[in-house]
């Protein structure tokens, strides 16, 4: 892997790496903290593991970053190499910690930090345009039109991983219960496409030594869409903690249906990643999927 951040360095800003260190790991690839003998010194690569995905990153986050309503890190350029196996973006590198991971209580301006994220995803939101859809994909006028052609293609995935037994069939069902009922969870219209990070919870945001926002970063899905649909993310890792569902409604006024739609969202959502990683069902999905059966039995 030394070898290919090497290579990428080279490649994208024409000098060598002086040197390198692994600072993330995930699903999607690895991320390298490079130094080097000139501007901008230092940089994070990340080092994918398909193209696709690589793809699909450059472009989400130079659209975040080029509206400059978030502390989004730009990214310098990329180096592809289908022979080698290197699919690799240099972007920004961003000072700090990683707040999914940071202890609350050891905060010292916890409550004047949280406002600060429930600030920020609400200017996130406040970014519309006229029509629904991912970044580049097909555009649809309406929210349901959208939204239930998404959970189909979901859905293409969720059931072979329930058939592998990685999900039971009574949990199969539920969600199949919930798409055939699709029209009663969103009765509501969605009236404003909002700008939708995709994976907006503490892990992705880097705070600085002084508890402000440093960055937010790996958007993940990036779409214009539903407002809310991001919005359980807020109460994964430490979120809850730090009251930030409560904090963003604080400024913002929630639809009327928003705990169904909620449970909704984080139960195929959640179902869905876990079909595309291969784990199985767990005490942390069911939690989700009981929610959505929680609504489903008042249809």
């Not at 072979?160 to 969870?185: A, V």
């Not at 926002?213 to 990036?222: E, K, T």
Request: glycine share 6%; with cysteine.
């Amino acid at each position: 892997m030394i070898n290919k951040i090497e290579l990428a360095t080279n490649k994208i800003f024409d000098t060598h790496a002086e040197h390198i260190q692994m600072i993330g790991k995930g699903f999607y690839g690895e991320v390298y903290l490079v130094t080097m003998p000139q501007l901008p010194y230092k940089v994070a690569i990340k080092l994918f593991r398909e193209q696709q995905y690589a793809e699909l990153q450059r472009l989400e986050q130079s659209h975040i970053a080029s509206l400059s309503v978030v502390p989004m890190p730009k990214i310098f350029g990329k180096y592809f190499d289908k022979k080698a196996g290197i699919f690799a973006l240099a972007m920004e590198y961003v000072e700090g910690k990683n707040l999914g991971y940071t202890d609350i209580a050891t905060l010292s301006r916890c409550d004047d930090l949280a406002e600060e994220i429930a600030d920020m995803v609400v200017r996130l939101h406040a970014v519309q345009r006229a029509t629904f859809g991912y970044l580049g994909g097909k555009q649809y006028s309406t929210w349901q039109g959208f939204y239930k052609d998404l959970c189909n293609q979901m859905y293409k995935s969720i059931k072979p991983y329930s058939q592998r037994g990685l999900l039971s069939r009574d949990r199969l069902e539920l969600l199949e219960f919930s798409h055939e009922h699709f029209d009663k969870f969103f009765a509501e219209e969605v009236r404003a496409a909002s700008l939708i990070h995709g994976d907006l919870n503490n892990e992705n945001i880097i705070i600085s030594t002084d508890e402000h926002i440093a960055g937010l970063i790996d958007p993940m899905g990036v779409m214009y869409g539903d407002r809310e649909i991001e919005l359980f993310q807020l109460e994964c890792s430490n979120g809850t903690d730090m009251n930030l569902l409560e904090r963003y409604f604080s400024k913002v006024v929630p639809s009327k249906n928003f705990e169904m739609k909620s449970a909704f969202y984080k139960s195929w959502a959640e179902t869905n990643h876990y079909s595309r990683i291969g784990k199985p069902q767990d005490d942390n999905l069911d939690n989700f999927l009981c929610q959505l059966e929680f609504f489903a039995k008042k249809l």
